[in-house]
């Protein structure tokens, strides 16, 4: 019985290594996945911890995909991009990173608690930050 080309039970999937040149000033030519990774999180203002918990996984997996050359899978890279705030097309290297906006995670964490909150409890945060930013801008 011929096996299907696609899909051969007795040789492991290969891992297909990501772009290693990023054009971006920012970051330094040539380097790996990994090492962009790691570059982005830390100019995106994020622990490990926190990016981990912003994209539903665990510290150890953004570890492995920053310290080795394991690549995340393709369904990560979207997440990764966006939690980064960046296009997968800079993520990858294949595009210039301008510049990241630095992102306060402690505050982005606390957000994310309000909004598991109950509706009502929500409106009185959202009514008193209303009144801070009111009295910020006077």
Not at 68 to 97: C, I, R
Not at 116 to 137: E, S
Request: contains cysteine; aromatic residues 8%.
């Amino acid at each position: 019985m011929p096996q299907n080309s696609l899909y051969n039970p007795g040789n492991p999937i290969k891992e297909f290594p990501l772009p290693r040149t990023s054009p971006s000033p920012h970051l330094p030519s040539g380097e790996a996945f990994c090492q962009r990774l790691a570059h982005l999180r830390k100019a995106a203002g994020y622990s490990q911890y926190t990016l981990a918990d912003a994209m539903g996984i665990s510290q150890r997996m953004i570890a492995h995909y920053e310290n080795s050359n394991g690549n995340p899978p393709l369904y990560l890279l979207p997440k990764f991009a966006k939690a980064l705030g960046v296009s997968a097309d800079q993520l990858l290297g294949m595009k210039e990173v301008k510049e990241i906006k630095k992102k306060d995670s402690r505050l982005w964490q606390r957000f994310s608690r309000v909004e598991q909150l109950p509706p009502d409890q929500r409106r009185k945060i959202v009514d008193l930050l209303d009144a801070f930013l009111k009295a910020g801008k006077a």
